[in-house]
Structures are given as C-alpha cells and as structure tokens.
C-alpha cells in the first residue's frame, strides 16, 4: 500500500443555468439562479487553497440542457487540476440525446476530458496519484417505458467486481449519483426517501465491501451527510444551488501501514450577485416551498395523520427540511405527542459522526 495525501474539492448538484434557461415554477426547490456565481465562487477557493482534484457527484445541469452542459466542460477545462464527473437524473434525461438535451449514451463522449476513457460505456476507473484510484458509476438507468431509475445495472456490477479485485492493492474511493448508504430514518423503505438511494443499495453496499472499498461520494439528496453502513462510509455533499449551498475540500492520506484519514472541511456560499443575503434568502426559500413535502411526511407511515393534523404539523415544520440540509442538528420535539416527537427526532444527526467539519479514520 504506498502512502499518498491527495486533497479533493467536492461540488455536488451544482445545476449550472445559464439564465436564459431557467424554468420558472412554483415548487422549485433549488434556486439556481446562483448556480453560476456560486460555482465560481467554489471554484476560486479551490484554486486559492490548492488542491489536487475536483469530483462532482452529478446534477451538474438544471436538466439536461446541452448549453449548460457546454458552460460546465468550458468552465472545467480551463482549471489548472483535474475534473471528475458522473451523470445526475438531472443530466441524463433520456436514453439519448434529444432536442437540446443530453442523452446517457452521449455523456461518456461529452465527459471525455473528465473521467471517462471509453466513449461506449457511462463509467470508468482512473488513478488519482500512485495508490489512490477514483471509480465513477453510473445509477441512471431508464425502464421499458423510459421512465428513469436509480440503480446500478448487472453489466456494471460485474465490471467492478473485476475492477476491485484488480485494483486489490490500491485505494479506491468511488462516486455515485444515488446514495448507496442510509442518510434518512428508513431510507430505503420510505416512499419519500428511497427515491434518493440506489434500488439495490445492499448488494452495492456487499460488492463494495467485498472489493475493499471504504469510501463512497454522492450527491442527489441536497442534504449534507456524513453516514456508515456495512463498513461503507458515505459522504453525500448537499447541493450548490439549495440551503445551504455548501460545498467541500477533503483530504485524503494514507500512511505505509495502509491506514487512510479521511479530513473534511465544509464550506457554504453566503451571498452571489442579487442575494446579498442568500443563506436566510435560501432558507426561506426552502420554508416556503417544503410545505407539500412535509405534509406528505406526516401523512405516510408511522405517522399515518389525517390530514387536518398533517396540515397543522406541517406548518410546524416549515423549516425542518433546510435544517436537515445543513447536517449537525439535534432536533427535539417535546411539545409533539411521542409517536410524532420519536419520529421525527430521529432525523437529528447520529453521533458521533459531524456531517460538516469531520475526521475518519479507515
Ligand atoms: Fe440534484
Ligand atoms: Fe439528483
């Protein structure tokens, strides 16, 4: 195992809009009318701290759309390390390219300069430094009727079985758009929490673990989240573009025994051209539009309330969804009858995991 200390920025969901491309509608939860400022804001700190790599997890684009994509390989090209992506539901809205928009089948060929090394197929492995290697997976998947889907298919399960058996020696940290570990109480199992996962989460979870894998990066959640299960420890980046808009420098260094130590530091966007104030800004913006959401919380298992109290809960919870986002929090709920204040206390952040400022050791 050679020793290595690799920095890595993370930006997550950064869903570049170029202006004239910004839909406008109601229920919208990110506000990527900062996307692009925000980005160059993330940028210009990775640049000033030094580091070795960029990976982004996925959502680079609003939807899709062809020209924020150019925007991003442009933007990506002309930094002074090196980008790493993989397609978010976002990205890959179709199979296949489609009036103005990218399809899976071309994102491997657009991503060329960032990751990828064979146009024909959405995912790759490549060295980072002597020791360190970078797996990029595609979850998007499309059903018989093209509907999309969250999962890893078989062809490229076998392909990182025999990846991870060859790279055996080596470190190997993998990024993926859907989560591959637990962020939210029952994730997998919540009708409003398992569309965030991969559909086969636990047998990803087994053919990392049996691969030797430590580390997973993803995105999709907008939450930030630091999580272990089955020995895979999960560092999901909330997005750039809702509360709080953060994003993250991570360091990675092994030691010649092979022990890796994993240092995050978290970072947040606080104001961009029109926003002057755009963490509160945000945060509202979150409040408002998270009522529907929070209501159907409270009217799915456990909780099963009627409507008239879901709708009171709700109203309650205005900004329970912008808290989870920001990591950290310990909720507590004493005023709620049990079943509610358990329930929803569970969402506090485990201990002793920090989700914004951590220290792993592998
Ligand atoms: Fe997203
Ligand atoms: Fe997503």
Redo the contacts with the bound molecule.
Sequence with gaps: MPPFRYRLGIIS?PHIALPETIWQHQSRFHLVEVSLSAFEQAIARFQACGVDALLLP??LTQHGELVNHHWLQQTLTALPFPAYVVP???DVIYPRATDGVLGLAEFPSQYAAFGYSDAAQPWYHCALTPGLHLVGLNSNQFDADGNQQGYLDEAQLDWLVTTLTELRDRCVIVMV?HNSVEHLPDQLNHPLGRRYMLDNAPQVRQVLRDGGVRLVFT??LHVQDIAQQDGIWEIATGSLVSYPHPYRVVELCQDDQGQLTVQIESFHITQAPGYENLQDYSRDWIGDRSFPFMKQLAELPPLNLPETEADELAKQLRYFWAEIAEGDRTFSFAEQPPAVQQWLERFSAGEPQQDNQALLRL
Excluded: K
Aim: charged fraction near 20%.
């Design positions: 969901d996925g959502d978010g539901n976002h758009h995105g999709h």
